[in-house]
Each structure stands twice: as structure tokens, then as C-alpha cells.
């Protein structure tokens, strides 16, 4: 079993960054292709980025291609989300997902396909 933790959170404010981090415990990730998700009360759950298990594959969704990078530290069994130039419209819970059913050479971002999810982490871009 998989369990995920996302951290690095909080307010910014418009044109900031944050780093949100996803630490696996109770296996590796090595296997792993890892997604970032986000959604805000009221509103439908969007895919942000994707990362294939061996860091090979990387996708972003139109809205944050060119500002999010989407990293891995296997050796640290830790994913990352760099966010830059950040929007209002970037502000909400930012969840990571794991599953090692997928392809090893793409990734998806389908919910239904991914297996481990983290509890999210707020993000809120304001001045």
C-alpha cells in the first residue's frame, strides 16, 4: 500500500512560486507514474501534470504548460510540482496520484487510472 503526502503549500502572491513536494511511504515509487490533480470546492477535478515512471515522459495541461515543472527523486521516493508565474486561477487543493498499472512510456491524466492519492494541499495566489 501506497501511502502519499504532498507538502510546500500556502499563499503567494501573483507572479510567485512554490514547490509542492509528494513523499511515498510504504513502498517506492520507482514504479510508479505519478500525477498532480487539482480541484476547488464546486468545480470538476483538473489533471495538471503527469510523469512517467522513469522520468522520461512528462505532460501539463494547457493551462500551466510554460510555469509548472513536474520532477522526481526516485532515490528520495519524492515528486515534485515546481510552480512559477503564478495566477489567481491557480488557487486550490493540489492532490498527487500514483499508479504502476500504467505505461511505462506516457502518462495519463485520468483519475480513474490512478490508484494512491495524497489528502492535497492548499495553494492560494492572492495580493
Known amino acids: 500500500q501506497v501511502q502519499l503526502v504532498e507538502s510546500g503549500g500556502g499563499l503567494v502572491q501573483p507572479g510567485g512560486s512554490l514547490r509542492l513536494s509528494c513523499a511515498a511511504t510504504?513502498?517506492?515509487?520507482?514504479?510508479?507514474?505519478i500525477g498532480w490533480f487539482r480541484q476547488a470546492p464546486g468545480k470538476e477535478r483538473e489533471g495538471v501534470s503527469c510523469i512517467t515512471e522513469n522520468d522520461d515522459f512528462t505532460y501539463y495541461s494547457h493551462s500551466v504548460k510554460g510555469r509548472f515543472t513536474i520532477s522526481r527523486d526516485n532515490a528520495k521516493n519524492t515528486a515534485y510540482l515546481q510552480m512559477d508565474s503564478l495566477k489567481p486561477e491557480d488557487t486550490d487543493v493540489y492532490h498527487c496520484?500514483?499508479?504502476?498499472?500504467?505505461?511505462?512510456?506516457?502518462?495519463?491524466?485520468?483519475?480513474?487510472?490512478?490508484?494512491?492519492w495524497g489528502q492535497g494541499i492548499q495553494v492560494a495566489v492572492s495580493s
Open positions: 510504504g513502498h517506492t515509487l520507482n514504479y510508479y507514474n
Open positions: 496520484a500514483a499508479t504502476n498499472k500504467g505505461l511505462a512510456s506516457i502518462c495519463i491524466l485520468n483519475p480513474a487510472t490512478l490508484d494512491y
